[in-house]
């Protein structure tokens, strides 16, 4: 992950995956261009194992703002 660290969840799901390949899935997805459209097979990989973090990173955003805004009302 570009700028970001990997959870072991994370590794551990790239890893079953694409066993013996996760390594070069995650450095073909790292090594694209801002703005260039990414089709590989990494790509898809590389998603699916961040899915439940970034799931669990929005919940936990919305219940943020959800309680801020109770308290401002």
Known sequence: MR???WIPGQR???RQLAP???DQALAGVLSGRP??????PGRAIVEIAIYPGV???AARSL???STSHREAS
Do not use: S
């Open 35 to 40: 703005g260039q459209q990414d089709d590989g």
């Open 63 to 65: 219940r943020a703002q």
């Open 20 to 22: 013996g390949t996760w």
């Open 55 to 57: 799931v669990w990173l």
């Open 3 to 5: 700028g970001g660290i």
């Open 12 to 14: 551990q799901r790239l």
